[in-house]
């Protein structure tokens, strides 16, 4: 059993049996090539031994930590999937409250992390051009079919140059989609720090999830931020050369990188697996805690099966 399948138990139909039977349906849908980056949530580079810290947050799926990083699990909150890091163990792994909840399983010297990470940086470097951008505290109203035609690894995908960006909180991005299901990028090619904020939303047709929406950054040495009060923001956020810092958002997507320093999920920062985004909300705490024996149930699952040995 993959880790992609046990992640999209928390985007899809979930029913647990007493025997711990699970069953899911989801919405097929034209996705971004992730290579391996496919099976987990978030993934941090980790580089000169830097910190991914998780507080007060609800994270589905696996997490992944490259080179030499630490996770600070200080909590409240809950992983819903593995902890892999590419390193041996050195004790880099910090769960300092009690009412934390996951992961599932920690296991080191996992060689998928660092496959995982050449994948999607990979990804984000193919990925040029596109037509012009610019986002506004106004809001935008963007037509899937404006922007330029790529094709990556096999699929079809439209891109936008972004030149640059403004929205606040009272700000909505609608992406309207043509019916192709061709995933949406959003290219930012100039360097400096940027704040994104706003509600993103999908309507037309053939945009179901997060997979499907792409913020990438070529920046290198910024912050790149996400706080939008608690709002739902979809997509998959990339800067492989930057830091990161979530606060109080809901996002229902994957959130990659943070070579340049820390990764911070922090104050409310839920990262929800993307088919979240078929449904355009958020779980409530009674459909999240069924959720969660699931994930204990396919956890013990793969601690059985794994050839290399979990460390709790």
Known sequence: ????????????????????????SATAATELPLGAAANFTVLYTGTGGHNLSISNDIITGAIGVGGTGKVQFSGPG??????????????????????NVGPTSVNYSDAAVATALTDIGALSTALTGGNNIA??????????????AETVDGVSVRVFNVTSYSANDNSVLDIVGD???????FDFSFNSNVNLGGTVKF???????????????????????????????IGA??????????????L????????????????????????YGAGGGVPEPASWALMILGFGSVGQRLRSRRSAPATT
């Open 1 to 24: 059993m993959s880790k992609r399948s046990i992640s999209q138990f928390a985007g899809a139909a979930l029913a647990v049996t007493l025997g711990g039977g699970l069953a899911t």
């Open 78 to 99: 809950t992983i819903g999937g593995a902890l892999d890091f590419s390193a041996a163990n050195s004790g880099q792994y910090h769960n300092t409250n009690a009412s």
């Open 135 to 148: 986002f506004t505290n106004a809001g935008e109203t963007i037509n899937e079919s404006a922007g330029k």
């Open 179 to 185: 019916g192709s299901g061709a995933p949406v990028v």
């Open 203 to 233: 309507t037309g047709t053939g945009l179901t999830n997060g997979d499907q929406v792409l913020w990438n950054f070529k920046s290198s040495g910024k912050q790149v931020s996400l706080n939008n009060n608690k709002q739902t923001f």
């Open 237 to 250: 956020i990339v800067a492989m050369a930057d830091t990161i810092q979530m606060d109080s958002v809901n």
């Open 252 to 275: 229902q997507g994957r959130v990659y990188g943070g070579g340049s320093g820390d990764l911070h999920i922090v104050s409310g920062a839920n990262v929800f697996y993307p088919e």
